[in-house]
C-alpha cells in the first residue's frame, strides 16, 4: 500500500497535481482526486499553511504575516475540515432536471451524519497517507474560502487559486454603488437601467442626494396615488398593460389604514407635488454641464410640511381632492417622468427605501431598530425573528436615523437603495435569482457566464402593508428563520426552484420567450458592466479565478435588477435543487479552469463565454523611428 501511494504520489508531483482545499468543499476535493490530484491537507489553523524546512533550503526564509487577500469575503470562513452537507458529484447527471421530489425530503442531519462517518473512515484511507508524503510540496492548485487564511509567502507560489484579492469595488453594497457610478466613463450606459439607484450615508454629499431623491419621489408618488383613488391608473414605462397582466403580479395599493378615515386633504398639496414634478422634469430635460440649474426640491415648497402630508395620504388612508385638470396633468406629468426616469416603473407609490450594512452579508449586522416596527401598520415581528442588518423604511426620518444611531457606526458605514416596490411574484410570493459567473483574467476581462441558475423564495405572500423580513428578503440565510411558514402550497417546503422549472411557469403565463428574450441579456449586460467600472481597483493576478453568485430581483416587466454580487458563493446545498446545481457548477468550473488547459476543446458544461476583451496591439514597434513634420507659420511684416 505505501509503495502504491509512493507511486501515485511520485506522478502526481511530476505532472503537478498537488492541491489544498480549505473550507466545506467535498465536491472539490472528490472531483480532484478522481484526476489524479494528491491533496496536501490543511491544519485547522490555515495560517500555518507554508513552507517546510525542507523547501527553505531551496528559498529565503519565510517572513510571517498576519493576513492576506483582504477581508471582502462574503461569506462566512468555514474551517471545518469535513466540509458542509454532502452534494451529490452530478457528474452523470444531465443538466436542467432536478433531483426527484423526495431527496427534497432528506433533512441536513442526514448529510451531516454522512459527513461524520466519512470524517472517522478518512484516516484509514489511503489518501490520507499520500497526504504525509506531500506535506513538504507547495500545491499546484488551492481553492479556499479566504484568502487571509493563507500564508502570503506561500500564497505568490501556488499557481492556481480561486479567490482574487481586493475585491470591496466589486463585492461590497458600498463599493458597488460607487463603482457603477463612474460606469459612464467606460460605457456610455446608465447604470439606472438595471441596478436601483443607491446612495451611500456617510458621505455627505450622497445624504443631501438621497434626501432629494427621497422628496422627488414622494411626489411624484403622491400623483400616482391621486389617480389610483379615483380610479385611474397611468401607464408608464415599461409598466405591463391589463391585457399583459401575469396571474401573481403584484399591483400597488395604497396603504389601508386601521384607524378612522382622515379627513380630506385639499387639493393643493396635488398642485405642489405638480410643480414639483414640472421642475423636475424640466430640469432631467434640458440638463447643462456649464450652469447648476436649482434643485425644485430647495425652491417649491415646505418639505416637511409635504412630506408629513405625504405619510397621511400613503400610510394613514387620508384621501385626496383633485379636479379633473389636476387627474389629467398627473397623468400627461407621469407619462412624461416615465420617459426620462427609467426606474418609475419599479417605484410603486409608497416610497419604500431599504436601509443596508455595506460590508455585510446575508442581512448581517445590526441597526436601531427592526423590519416589523417600521411601518405604522406592519406587522410586529418577535425580536428572536427581526432580520438584523437589512431595514424596510418609509419615512426619511427613519432612514437618518437607523443609519446614524448604529451601534457599530464606526465599522460598519450603510448604503440606502430605492426598494422594489412593483417586482414580477410567483403564486404572490417575492423571489430573487442567484445567478453565477467565473472570472479567469481581469487583463483581458474574460467572463464566463452560467446557464443554469435557482430562484430563492421568501416565506410569506408578498405586501407592502407588512415590511417584514420573511416578505421581503430572499436570502436563505434569513429565511430559514421561517421554516414553518409556507406562503402558497404550490411553492416548494425548501422554497427554491430550478431555473428551468422558471421557464416552465413562464410558459404556463404565456411568457415563454421572456427568459431568453429579457432577463439572461439583461443579466449579462449588468455583470458585464459591473465588472468593467470595477476591474481597477481589483487585484488581478495570472493564474487566479473567481466563482461570483450575483443576486437580481425580476421586475413586472421582466426586467433584472442587480442587486449585489458576491465573492465565494455558498456551495452547502439547502434544497434538492441547489444540492445538484452546486455540485454541477463546482465540477464544470474545474472543467473550465483546469481541463481546457490541456484541452482546449473539452466540455466546459453549461458555461458559456460572456466577453472576451480584446487583446490591445503595441502601438509602437522596437527600434521605431519618430520623425515630426509640420509647417512653420510665417509672421506678418
Aim: glycine share 6%.
Amino acid at each position: 500500500r505505501l509503495r502504491k501511494a509512493r507511486l501515485h504520489v511520485e506522478k502526481a508531483i511530476k505532472e503537478k497535481k498537488i492541491f489544498a482545499v480549505q473550507g466545506p468543499y467535498p465536491v472539490i476535493r472528490r472531483l480532484l482526486r478522481a484526476r489524479g490530484w494528491v491533496e496536501r491537507k490543511l491544519p485547522l489553523n490555515a495560517k500555518q499553511l507554508k513552507q517546510q524546512p525542507g523547501e527553505q533550503k531551496k528559498q529565503q526564509p519565510e517572513k510571517r504575516a498576519s493576513g492576506g487577500g483582504g477581508d471582502d469575503e462574503q461569506e462566512e470562513a468555514m474551517l471545518d475540515p469535513c466540509g458542509a452537507a454532502q452534494p451529490s458529484l452530478g457528474t452523470t447527471e444531465p443538466r436542467h432536471h432536478p433531483l426527484p421530489d423526495h431527496e427534497a425530503n432528506k433533512g441536513e442531519g442526514e448529510d451531516k451524519k454522512k459527513d461524520k462517518v466519512q470524517c472517522n473512515e478518512d484516516p484509514d484511507d489511503i489518501h490520507d497517507l499520500m497526504s504525509s508524503l506531500v506535506q513538504d510540496q507547495v500545491p499546484n492548485f488551492l481553492w479556499t474560502i479566504k484568502l487571509s487564511n493563507i500564508d502570503p509567502e506561500l500564497l505568490r507560489r501556488i499557481e492556481v487559486v480561486n479567490r482574487y484579492p481586493r475585491l470591496q469595488a466589486l463585492c461590497t453594497k458600498e463599493g458597488l454603488c460607487q463603482s457603477l457610478q463612474n460606469l459612464p466613463w467606460f460605457e456610455q450606459i446608465d447604470f439606472n437601467t438595471f441596478f436601483p439607484r443607491c446612495y451611500r450615508l456617510g458621505i455627505m454629499g450622497e445624504q443631501e442626494a438621497f434626501i432629494e431623491d427621497f422628496r422627488l419621489t414622494a411626489a411624484r408618488s403622491l400623483l400616482k396615488l391621486a389617480l389610483e383613488m379615483v380610479g385611474d391608473r397611468p401607464v408608464g414605462r415599461g409598466q405591463p398593460s391589463k391585457s399583459d397582466k401575469v396571474p401573481g403580479d403584484h399591483v400597488s395599493h395604497p396603504m389601508p389604514s386601521t384607524a378612522a378615515p382622515c379627513s380630506p386633504l385639499h387639493s393643493q398639496l396635488v398642485e405642489e407635488a405638480l410643480e414639483v414634478c414640472k421642475q423636475h422634469l424640466g430640469v432631467l430635460r434640458h440638463r447643462d454641464i456649464d450652469r447648476r440649474t436649482p434643485s425644485p426640491c430647495r425652491t417649491c415648497i415646505d418639505w416637511d410640511r409635504f412630506l408629513q402630508e405625504y405619510y397621511r395620504v400613503a400610510h394613514e388612508g387620508a384621501r385626496l381632492v383633485l379636479s379633473r385638470e389636476q387627474r389629467e396633468q398627473c397623468q400627461h406629468l407621469l407619462k412624461r417622468l416615465g420617459k426620462q426616469l427609467p426606474q418609475l416603473s419599479i417605484e410603486g407609490n409608497l416610497n419604500i427605501w431599504i436601509l443596508k450594512p455595506s460590508a455585510k452579508s446575508r442581512g448581517r449586522g445590526k441597526v436601531g431598530g427592526s423590519v416589523g416596527h417600521t411601518h405604522p401598520h406592519g406587522e410586529g415581528v418577535p425580536p428572536s425573528l427581526c432580520c438584523p442588518g437589512i431595514v424596510c423604511a418609509t419615512r426619511l426620518e427613519e432612514v437618518l436615523e437607523q443609519s446614524s444611531t448604529g451601534p457599530s457606526l464606526r465599522v460598519c458605514k450603510w448604503v440606502v437603495q430605492k426598494y422594489v416596490e412593483r417586482p414580477l411574484t410567483i403564486f404572490d410570493t417575492k423571489f430573487d435569482i442567484r445567478q453565477w459567473f467565473v472570472v479567469t483574467d481581469w487583463k483581458p476581462l474574460t467572463v464566463w457566464f452560467y446557464q443554469d441558475c435557482y430562484l430563492r423564495f421568501c416565506s410569506r405572500p408578498f405586501s407592502l402593508c407588512q415590511l417584514e423580513p420573511a416578505r421581503h428578503l430572499c436570502n436563505v440565510a434569513i429565511q430559514k428563520r421561517y421554516k414553518t411558514f409556507q406562503p402558497d402550497p404550490r411553492v416548494p417546503l425548501d422554497k427554491i426552484w430550478s431555473n428551468t422549472q422558471f421557464q416552465a411557469h413562464l410558459a404556463q403565463l404565456g411568457r415563454a420567450d421572456a427568459w431568453q428574450r429579457v432577463m439572461v441579456p439583461g443579466m449579462k449586460a449588468a455583470i458585464l458592466n459591473a465588472l468593467r467600472c470595477s476591474r481597477d481597483q481589483v487585484g488581478s493576478r495570472k493564474g487566479n479565478f473567481e466563482l461570483f453568485g450575483a443576486d437580481f430581483l425580476i421586475g413586472e416587466d421582466c426586467q433584472p435588477w442587480l442587486l449585489e454580487i458576491n465573492s465565494c458563493p455558498t456551495m452547502s446545498p439547502s434544497s434538492a435543487v441547489t444540492r445538484q446545481l452546486c455540485a454541477n457548477v463546482q465540477r464544470d468550473t474545474l472543467r473550465l479552469v483546469l481541463d481546457r488547459k490541456d484541452n482546449p476543446t473539452c466540455s466546459i458544461g453549461a458555461f458559456e463565454l460572456l466577453y472576451r476583451e480584446p487583446a490591445v496591439s503595441s502601438c509602437l514597434a522596437v527600434g521605431l523611428k519618430l520623425v515630426v513634420t509640420g509647417t512653420s507659420f510665417l509672421k506678418k511684416p
